[in-house]
């Protein structure tokens, strides 16, 4: 490819793209095979999000493109391929190192109206001739069914004029009971995740309840360690629909975030219990109806919804590792989730064994209230600090388009490129926390930067942690105040703690295992069963795949659905899981 500067005659950026979106749809329309190859580069790179293969897959090579491209084409749809002028201008930017023209447009399909974005960059071997790169399609909205948003938000309801009828809050407590219903979507966990996915489905007028065993909404954050504050900053966090306030700070506190899902909760009118376990269910492939078991307050409630999407978070149930001789020691032993009070360690010895996010921050709580704490690594694990370096992937969101284009530039980008931009804001990352980091080696800390150096993002796409965004702990290793192990050096355990290979021991008045959690499929077969962990596989991770396996997607058990991820993430991708679910009750989709 050339550069931009190389690029022989350069044509403005929005005539360039409309030029190659008029060919395209007078290629697909004609399906003429030739014609379309010869619009994409042999390497480029086709995402359909829902719009026209009602799939979330990437495709890759300009061959493999044109072939799935060509199963859609000779018709009248897809077409009106334009440029929005609604939407952030075409223009020249630099993405995973390269330059490129970058254009967002609209289109329509018999079914519904969707974004796309399209990236061009000339062909050296065709005189530079501007070819895509990559192409993004993805569904806005089912025809008939869309958003109610600004100008086509409700109508007032006749509550308003109705002296004698239930008003608007006799109508919510009603919604919410349940009473004599059972919702069409039951989500389980109402933190971001399952917040995201309730609104959208509300949005589209699907009858949604959240279940969440915590009392309070918002108790996922309150319930984390005291000095929480946000990781990103607050303007790659916002939720579907109602932005936090422009006044509030850089990163938000974990009491503060909990404070606003219960505004949210009540400003998107979701149907939200506290207190409720989800125990389990069991699809009836004959009716399309799960049964499923809940447990409200101490009261069982069975319920049949058509669909159960799990919002659980990440991590299944805590993974305690058989470590051997460790029952030797007579000192509490905790894992992570159940550290809470770091008060009553004052002035003791405490052994964290593991080195994630959790592991340090739970170093530090400790250290805070006075404990004298010991780090025990037990595999390498990467290091960025919190700010700059771990807002690097961020900085689309401040280059200036709206967020609902950057979010759709963030889509757009393949996983391929996507890896190969991180591994540009590793490299950059590594170089801005040099002196954190070579201090840490110096103190015997194991660094990794990631498989192939792909840094943090794709450890947390992969396997969902593996590295700690520095908010101090690490400064207090390498000054010496959080000390650290190296799992290798210990023996074995005993009555009073660690025995080191050097013989010498290291007493320790309580252990906490920072060990992280088993994965969700581990979760699924424990509510669902066997059959349904068999059916779908592995939860999150790519496997030799381009898309998060079973995430935000149909599955391969009808009716189970998956949401997880970063705030953006949920942003992103309730979205689309929205519009599936709508689209099932439709019948457009199975
Ligand atoms: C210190 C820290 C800072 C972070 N900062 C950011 C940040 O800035 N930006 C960002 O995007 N991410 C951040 N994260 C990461 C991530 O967003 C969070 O971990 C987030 O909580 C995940 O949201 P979730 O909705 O998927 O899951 P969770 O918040 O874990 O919510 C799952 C819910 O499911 C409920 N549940 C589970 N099982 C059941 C059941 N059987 N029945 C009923 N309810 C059930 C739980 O009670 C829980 O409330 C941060 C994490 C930490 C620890």
């Given at each position: 490819m050339l550069s931009k500067t190389e690029t022989p005659a350069i044509t403005p950026p929005a005539t360039a793209a409309q030029m190659w979106l008029a060919q395209f749809q007078e290629a697909l329309a004609a399906a003429d095979r030739a014609r379309l190859k010869s619009l994409f580069h042999v390497e480029s790179y086709w995402r359909d999000v829902l719009a026209l293969t009602w799939r979330i897959?990437?495709?890759?090579?300009?061959?493999a493109v044109v072939n799935e491209l060509m199963a859609r084409a000779g018709d009248s749809w897809p077409s009106g391929f334009l440029i929005d002028q609604d939407r952030t201008a075409p223009r020249w930017v630099m993405r995973a190192g390269t330059d490129a023209i970058e254009a967002i447009f609209k289109f329509e399909t018999p079914e519904g109206r969707g974004s796309g974005l399209l990236r061009l960059t000339p062909d050296a071997n065709e005189g530079g001739k501007l070819k895509a790169w990559t192409l993004l399609t993805a569904l806005d909205g089912i025809k008939g069914h869309e958003e109610q948003l600004g100008r086509s938000r409700q109508e007032d309801k006749v509550y308003s004029r109705d002296f004698h009828g239930p008003n608007w809050l006799d109508m919510r407590k009603a919604a919410a009971a349940y009473a004599d219903r059972d919702p069409t979507v039951l989500v389980v966990g109402g933190g971001q995740a399952g917040l995201s996915a309730a609104a959208r489905l509300g949005q589209l007028g699907v009858d949604t309840l959240i279940v969440d065993r915590e009392q309070h909404i918002g108790d996922n954050w309150r319930h984390r360690y005291h000095a929480l504050v946000l990781h990103n900053q607050t303007h790659v966090n916002h939720l579907p629909y109602m932005r936090f306030p422009p006044n509030w700070p850089a990163y938000i506190p974990k009491d503060k975030i909990a404070g606003w899902f219960e505004a949210y909760v009540d400003s998107m009118e979701l149907n939200y219990w506290t207190?409720?376990?989800?125990?389990?269910?069991?699809?009836?492939?004959?009716?399309?109806?799960?049964?499923?078991v809940l447990r409200k307050d101490g009261a069982a409630r069975e319920m049949h919804p058509h669909h159960v999407v799990m919002a659980t978070g990440l991590s299944g149930a805590p993974s305690i590792l058989d470590i051997p001789t460790l029952d030797e020691f007579v000192g509490p032993v905790l894992h992570s989730?159940?550290?809470?009070?770091?008060?009553?360690?004052?002035?003791?010895?405490?052994?964290?064994?593991?080195?994630?996010?959790?592991a340090h921050d739970i170093a530090q709580?400790?250290?805070?209230?006075?404990?004298?704490?010991?780090?025990?690594?037990?595999?390498s694990t990467m290091v960025v600090n919190v700010e700059p370096s771990a807002q690097l992937p961020y900085?689309?969101?401040?280059?200036?388009?709206?967020?609902?284009?950057?979010?759709?530039?963030?889509?757009?980008?393949?996983?391929v490129l996507a890896r190969k931009s991180h591994k540009i804001l590793t490299e950059k990352a590594k170089q801005i926390d040099k002196e954190?980091?070579?201090?840490?080696a110096r103190k015997g800390f194991k660094l990794d930067f990631g498989d192939d150096g792909t840094g943090w993002q794709f450890k947390y796409l992969t396997r969902g942690g593996g590295y700690y965004f520095n908010v101090g702990c690490s400064d207090l290793i390498v000054q010496g105040e959080v000390g650290l192990l190296q799992f290798a050096d210990i023996a074995g355990f005993v009555a009073e703690g660690a025995r080191m290979q050097s013989g010498e021991t290291l007493p320790a008045d309580l252990i906490v295992l920072?060990?992280?959690?088993?994965?969700?499929?581990?979760?699924?077969?424990?509510?669902?069963?066997d059959g349904v962990a068999d059916r779908i596989g592995p939860i999150w991770g790519f496997g030799t795949g381009e898309e998060l396996r079973n995430m935000f997607t149909r599955t391969a058990q009808p009716g189970l659905w998956f949401i997880a991820g970063s705030f953006a993430q949920c942003r992103i991708y309730s979205k689309y899981l929205g519009l599936q679910i709508k689209a099932c009750e439709l019948g457009l989709l199975r």
């Open positions: 897959a990437t495709i890759d090579g300009a061959d207190s409720t376990t989800f125990e389990g269910g069991a699809y009836d492939e004959k009716i399309g109806r799960w049964s499923v989730s159940q550290y809470d009070e770091a008060d009553k360690w004052k002035n003791k010895n405490v052994l964290v064994i593991g080195s994630g996010n959790s709580d400790l250290h805070a209230s006075g404990a004298k704490v010991t780090l025990v690594q037990r595999s900085a689309l969101y401040d280059e200036g388009p709206p967020l609902e284009d950057c979010d759709l530039i963030t889509m757009s980008v393949p996983l954190l980091l070579d201090g840490l920072a060990t992280g959690y088993k994965d969700q499929n581990h979760l699924v077969r424990e509510l669902f069963g």
